[in-house]
């Protein structure tokens, strides 16, 4: 029996497992600086995969406020919808990190990357707007001078849109992942957006114009989403 107007609190210890497949929490495969073939684990929750992930009431309109912390080998670093805010070391050796809480937000946006620290990284940050937010585009450290171009409209899209909506993007971070094999082109999970290769990856001794011109409405789509479907979102998938 529940008592009315009392606040409970409901704790629920599970497990799922990591997919081999591309949906939920799942593994996915780099070439490393040796050549050889590596591990990294990514995520892909739109529409209904975040329940395979965690509990959760994985509807569009049933929002909550998240706090991740993840335990990893020391040699890995996590990304996630917020920043890390602080790191401890287990009795053996594990690291736990701690991410700063989301907004309120939906299930579908949730994201996680788990990767080797020495083959992945960030481009430095780009600050933007009165809110400092740092913008920046992360994945292989063997293709980031790839990735400067979607760096570039990346940041300045943030900037347009805050004038454009004159709401400011509210997370302190948004990154840009490029993660390989992905299902779809990209994702714009709430302050973690992921690309597949294809979506930021830009050689210009290598790939076309029309490339170029696909990479920039890429990006911007996922970024004007930050707004329009992650702040405001629809209350089924019906209405997308
Ligand atoms: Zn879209």
Known sequence: MFIARTTYTLRIFYAGDINRELYGFYMNHYIDSSGDKNMFMTSGMEPTSARSVLPCIDEPARKAIFKMSVVHDPLYTPWSNGEIERRETLSDGRIISYFTPTLQMSTFLLALIVAPTADFACLPDRIVGSKNTKSRVCGRTNILSQLTYADEVAYKTLEFFNTYFNID????????????????????????????????????????SSIKQYITTLVVHEIAHQWMGNLVTPAWWNEL
């Open 169 to 208: 993007y509210p997370l302190p971070k948004i990154e840009h992942f490029d993660v390989i094999n992905f299902p779809g082109e990209a994702m714009e999970n709430y302050g973690l957006l992921i690309y597949d290769d294809l979506g930021i990856f830009f050689d210009e001794k290598i790939v076309s």
